[in-house]
């Protein structure tokens, strides 16, 4: 015959605020926090010991998780968040939404997969970007943002002070990498050099989201150099979801015309 567990009962051999202190330093913050309120609701429900005993455990787990998952969010360096639920597929009918949402599922990032958001200022390339970003980083995947421009200059930073091989390898090692506004400056041959590097060195590795202006018939013109520009692309788009957003700007909305005159 199984035996059960006795219903739950405080037991005050230890003082609360004794349990409380020794909880915390063992870094079971949320256990701290609930033991008591989760103690009283177990003792009217005649909760069993072990249950009580999950209940507390489940609770610090979550916490934990939340924990995880904003430290993630803070050491990708969102220059603000921004939701797939938030972004008005509306704004922009010629938009898959049903593929967007589909790369939401993150398989993308185990195929190492690119994905690339091609179109002008403000129909939402940058927002999609961050969005499916923190959906990476929810799932516990590592994830950093940068822009374009910010990533060549710390790329040409390492190359000086002969760290480069240090920062292509750590980068690599990233889940996810979203380069934001690529083509908004033009590069020259050094830095042209140096994206090449880092594509070559996430290829097949990792999966790149990136967000640019330029259609991929430019790439040379923003590379001065059309070979360099094929090799890229070659690695960037072997293994890629494209969507070019030909839509208007969102920012510019409410400024803009209603009715037919704003397809014009």
Known sequence: MTRRSPPFTPAPVVESGTLQGQLTKLGLHSMAAHFEGEADRAAKSEMAYTAYLARLVELELADK??????????????????????????????????????????AFLDAATNVLFIGGPGVGKTHLAIALALKACAARRSVLFTTAADLLDQLVAAEVSHTLGALLSQLRRLDLLVVDELGYLPMDGRRANLFFQLVA????????????????????????????????????????????????????????????????
Not at 82 to 87: D, H, P, V
């Open 65 to 106: 998780a939340d924990r995880s998952i904003n430290a993630r969010i803070a050491r990708a360096r969102f220059p603000l968040l921004c939701t797939l639920e938030a972004f008005d597929f509306g704004f922009q009918p010629g938009l898959a939404a049903a593929r967007v949402r589909e790369l939401a599922h993150l």
């Open 201 to 264: 060195a996430r290829y097949t590795r990792g999966s790149l989201i990136i967000t640019s202006n330029v259609p991929f018939d430019g790439w040379g013109k923003l590379l001065g150099d059309d070979v360099l520009a094929a090799a890229i692309l070659d690695r960037l788009l072997h293994q890629s979801e494209i969507f070019a957003i030909n839509g208007p700007s969102y920012r510019l909305k409410d400024k803009l015309p209603a009715g037919p005159e704003r397809s014009t």
